[in-house]
Nanobody, 123 residues
Framework: EVQLVESGGGLVQTGGSLRLSCAASGFTFDDYSIGWFRQAPGKGREEVSCLNGGDGHTDYGDPVKGRFTMSSDNAKNTVYLQMNSLKPEDTAVYYC????????????????WGQGTPVTVSS
């Protein structure tokens, strides 16, 4: 059974940083791509990043490029999302998903989703 468990969310001031974690079980990163999406209050789900489990390449959504970095620790079956230079518009619940896909620059989530971890950026 595939399970994704996010952690690391919280309250941070504008310009601050947070690191989210997503612990995965039921599959190995070598076989899957895994990504992050977010959903702000009253808005639809928005793409954040997608890491290709095969070659390690990561794609990012335009709003987070240059500020967010995704990484993985295959030994721990865990991926991370380092978020820097946070803005109030980054406030959202952040979800881990697998497998993610990227087609023509559009990131899409997969069949499996975690429960989400909330991030609030105060102005």
């Amino acid at each position: 059974e595939v399970q994704l468990v996010e952690s690391g969310g919280g309250l941070v001031q504008t310009g601050g940083s947070l690191r989210l974690s997503c612990a995965a079980s039921g599959f190995t990163f070598d076989d899957y791509s895994i990504g992050w999406f977010r959903q702000a209050p009253g808005k639809g789900r928005e793409e954040v990043s997608c890491l290709n489990g095969g070659d390690g390449h990561t794609d990012y959504g335009d709003p987070v490029k240059g500020r967010f970095t995704m990484s993985s620790d295959n030994a721990k079956n865990t991926v991370y999302l380092q978020m820097n230079s946070l803005k109030p518009e980054d406030t959202a619940v952040y979800y881990c998903t697998a497998p993610c896909t990227v087609v023509a620059g559009i990131l899409t989530g997969g069949d499996y989703w975690g429960q989400g971890t909330p991030v609030t950026v105060s102005s």
